[in-house]
Structures are given as C-alpha cells and as structure tokens.
C-alpha cells in the first residue's frame, strides 16, 4: 500500500511563488509516472503537470513557463514550484502516482493553495 503525503501549501500574494512537495511511502517511486492535479471550488479535478519515470514532462497550457515539476528518486518525492502565482491558480492541488498494468493508482490527500492579496 502506498501513502502520498503533499505539503508546502497556503496563502501567497498575486506574483509570489510556493513549492509543493509529495512524498511517498514504500517502494518503487522510481518507476512510476506522477502527476500535479488541482480542484478549484465547483470544478472538476484538472491535470496541471506529470512526469515520466524517465523524467519527461508535460503541462497544462495554463502553467506552462510558470511552473515546474521535478521529482527525487532518491527522496520518494515529486515537486512542482509555482512562480508568478495568479488569483486563478487558487484550488485545491493533489498529488497522484499513475496506474501501470500490476499496480492502482494512488492520490494524496491534497493541499490548499490560496492566492490573495
């Protein structure tokens, strides 16, 4: 069984940045695909980036040049820094460890991001 724990959320101003963490338990982080997702109110859950096991990336035409995920093998933990926060980016964001043939999916427990001034 595997638990993803996020942290790193808040509240941040219009053009602040904040760097979410997940970080997960047990084995076998380094061969799979994790994700970013978020969740504003009355929405539904939206991709905003993901990462191959190989390290290739791909994001939300929303965040592009914005944002930035990164992951650790070495820590279980997948990251995305957030630069140049908008208003619009407010939402709850979750963590997710992509399915593969032999294994479930797996979501965090999500974090709140609030950008105010």
């Known amino acids: 069984q595997v638990q993803l724990v996020e942290s790193g959320g808040g509240l941040v101003q219009p053009g602040g940045s904040l760097r979410l963490s997940c970080t997960a338990s047990?084995?076998?982080?380094?061969?799979?695909?994790m994700g970013w997702y978020r969740q504003a109110p009355g929405k539904p859950r939206d991709l905003v980036a993901d990462i191959t096991s190989g390290g290739s990336t791909n994001y939300a035409d929303s965040v592009k040049g914005r944002f930035t995920i990164s992951r650790d093998n070495a820590k279980n933990t997948v990251y995305l820094q957030m630069n140049n926060l908008k208003p619009e980016d407010t939402a709850v964001y979750y963590c997710?460890?992509?399915?593969?043939?032999?294994?479930?999916?797996?979501w965090g427990q999500g974090t709140q991001v609030t950008v105010s001034s």
């Open positions: 997710r460890m992509y399915p593969t043939i032999f294994t479930r999916e797996y």
């Open positions: 047990g084995s076998g982080f380094s061969g799979r695909a």
